[in-house]
C-alpha cells in the first residue's frame, strides 16, 4: 500500500514548482494581503508530544468560501532523543519543501512571510481539510527526517489566535538569530550549502556562512551544521571553505568549486559580500533584495511586506523578479534581514573611508522602508542612520538627492568623481583620422555597467579597461544598411 494511498491528490516531488495563479486557486493562506502568518516549529520533550495529533483552530478549509484569503499560523511541535532547538528552524524550513510535495497546494517563503494557495482542482478532488495536509506532513517528517520520533501539528485561522501567536513567533525567531551571531566567518573552515529552493530555482545555491545568513532568514551556520549532522544526505551540506581568494568581496575557492557543482556548471563564482560582479544568486524565496539606483550611487533595500513603491518607482515584486530564479545580476541582491546586521553586509560596497569597517557596506545604503530601519537600527553605524531615507522621508529619486545632500550622506562625495568620468571629453578641432595618433589614454569603466548611446551606436561596457591608440567610427553605408 501506499504511503498516501488515502490522500485524494497525489504526492511526490513532481509537483515541486507548481504555480497556481489567482485564477487557479480556491482559497489562499497567508500571502503579502494578510498582516500576520507564521510557521513555527518548537523542540519538546518526548511527553508534550502526541503522535500524529492534528489540531484545527479556526475556519477549515472547506468552510471557508472559494476565492477568499485567510490568516494562516503552522506550529510543529517535535521530539527525540536527537532533536535540540538548534534543529528548529531546518524542520522549519523543510515545510516549505513538503507542503510543495502535495499536488496543488503551492507554498513560498518562510517564518512570518508564508504565501500559500490551494487550486480548485485539488479542493474539488477532495483536499478539502488541513486535517489532510496533516497526515501528508507528519509522514513526510518522519520519513525524510528519522530523528523525528514525535510529532503534532496544530493550523492556526482564526485571527485572533494567529495575531497572538505571531507575536511569540517573531521572540522565537529573533532568539534563534542573536544565538548565532559572534562567530566569525575567518574562525571556521567549512562553510554550508542548501539547495532547498532549486525545484524553483534551478540555479541558485545558498552559501551559508557564520556572517551570511540563508537568503530566505531561515537558516544560520549553526543551523545548517546540525542539519547536515543529523541528515547528511538532506538539501544541507558541508562546503569546505578552501582558499580565500578575496577577503573584501568574499570568495572562496570552496564555495565556487561547490556553486559550480550543484548548479551543473550555469554559476562559476560568486562574491559573498558585495551586489556586483559575481553577486550570490537568489531564488525567490528571499525575505528582501537590495538595488542599485545609478542616479545617486547607491543602494535602496525593500523587504517582502513593503506594499508600495521605492524611491525608484518599482514594486518589491518588480524588484524581486530582477534578482530570482538562480541568477547573477549586477546592482540587484537577495538578501536576509539578518544579513544586513552582519558586520559583512555589502562590505565590497562601501565607500571611502568606510572600506574594512564592521558594517561598513551601510555607507552605500541611501534608503530603506522605516519598518525594516527600525528592526535593523542597532546595527547601523549611529552616524549614517539618520543619513539614510525612508519612504516617510522622500518619494521620488530626486527628493532623495536633495535628502542626502542636505543630511551629508556618504554617497554624495562620489558623485563629482561620478560626473567628471561621465563628461564627454572636449572636442577639437583634429587632423585627419590617418594623421592623428594621440599616446594610448586609459579609459577604466568603475562603475558596474555603463551604456553609452547616441548615433545608432550602443557601447556596453562590463568591469572593463580600454587602452586605445586610436579610435575612428564611421557611419554605414546607406547602401548595405
Not at 494578510?34 to 519538546?44: I, T, W, Y
Not at 537558516?219 to 541528515?231: G, L, Q
Amino acid at each position: 500500500m501506499s504511503m498516501f494511498e488515502d490522500i485524494p491528490v497525489d504526492v511526490g516531488v513532481i509537483y515541486e514548482g507548481e504555480r497556481i495563479r489567482k485564477n487557479q486557486m480556491y482559497v489562499e493562506l497567508g500571502g503579502p494581503k494578510v498582516d500576520k502568518k507564521f510557521e513555527l516549529v518548537r523542540a519538546r520533550s518526548m511527553d508534550e508530544v502526541e503522535d500524529g495529533k492534528i489540531t484545527i483552530i479556526g475556519p477549515d478549509i472547506k468552510d471557508m468560501e472559494p476565492g477568499s484569503r485567510h490568516p494562516l499560523g503552522i506550529l510543529i511541535e517535535v521530539a527525540g532523543k536527537e532533536v535540540e532547538e538548534e534543529l528548529e528552524g531546518v524542520i522549519e524550513r523543510r515545510i516549505h519543501e513538503f507542503c510543495n510535495y502535495i499536488e496543488g497546494f503551492m507554498h513560498l517563503n518562510q517564518r512570518y512571510d508564508i504565501w500559500l494557495r490551494l487550486s480548485k482542482k485539488s479542493f474539488e478532488k477532495g483536499l478539502n481539510s488541513f486535517n489532510i495536509i496533516g497526515k501528508v506532513l507528519v509522514r513526510l517528517f518522519k520519513a525524510e527526517l528519522p530523528f523525528i520520533e514525535k510529532i503534532q501539528i496544530t493550523f492556526i485561522t482564526d485571527p485572533d489566535k494567529v495575531a497572538e501567536m505571531y507575536e511569540e513567533a517573531l521572540k522565537v525567531y529573533e532568539e534563534r538569530d542573536a544565538r548565532a551571531r559572534g562567530l566569525k566567518d575567518e574562525e571556521v573552515d567549512t562553510f554550508y550549502g542548501c539547495t532547498l529552493c532549486q525545484s524553483f530555482a534551478p540555479t541558485h545555491m545558498c552559501v551559508i556562512t557564520p556572517q551570511r545568513y540563508s537568503n530566505c532568514g531561515a537558516i544560520s551556520w549553526f543551523d545548517a551544521r546540525a542539519a547536515a549532522r543529523v541528515d547528511p544526505k538532506g538539501p544541507l551540506f558541508e562546503i569546505p571553505k578552501g582558499e580565500c581568494l578575496d577577503p573584501v568581496k568574499g570568495e572562496y575557492s570552496g564555495a565556487n568549486e561547490m556553486i559550480k557543482k550543484k548548479t551543473l556548471g550555469e554559476i562559476q563564482r560568486v562574491w559573498l559580500y558585495t551586489a556586483f560582479g559575481y553577486p550570490h544568486t537568489s531564488c525567490g524565496c528571499f525575505e528582501a533584495a537590495a538595488f542599485y539606483i545609478p542616479e545617486v550611487n547607491g543602494f535602496g533595500i525593500v523587504h517582502r511586506g513593503f506594499r508600495g513603491q521605492t524611491v525608484n518607482g518599482l514594486t518589491f515584486v518588480a524588484i524581486a523578479d530582477s534578482t530570482a530564479g538562480g541568477r547573477q545580476v549586477d546592482g540587484f541582491h537577495g538578501i536576509s534581514i539578518e544579513y544586513m546586521r552582519s558586520p559583512k553586509f555589502l562590505q565590497a560596497d562601501a565607500i571611502g573611508e568606510w572600506f574594512g569597517k564592521p558594517h561598513g557596506g551601510w555607507s552605500r545604503v541611501v534608503w530603506v522602508p522605516s519598518e525594516v530601519l527600525e528592526r535593523v537600527k542597532d546595527f547601523v553605524p549611529p552616524e549614517l542612520l539618520d543619513k539614510i531615507a525612508t519612504e516617510k522621508d522622500v518619494s521620488n529619486v530626486e527628493e532623495l538627492k536633495q535628502f542626502l545632500k542636505e543630511r551629508g550622506h556618504p554617497v554624495v562625495e562620489t558623485w563629482k568623481e561620478i560626473e567628471e568620468a561621465a563628461a564627454p571629453p572636449a572636442v577639437e578641432e583634429a587632423a585627419p583620422p590617418a594623421e592623428a595618433a594621440p599616446a594610448a589614454v586609459p579609459a577604466a569603466v568603475g562603475a558596474p555597467t555603463i551604456t553609452v548611446g547616441g548615433a545608432g551606436i550602443r557601447l556596453i561596457l562590463k568591469n572593463a579597461k580600454i587602452y586605445a591608440e586610436k579610435v575612428i567610427i564611421k557611419p554605414a553605408s546607406s547602401e548595405k544598411g
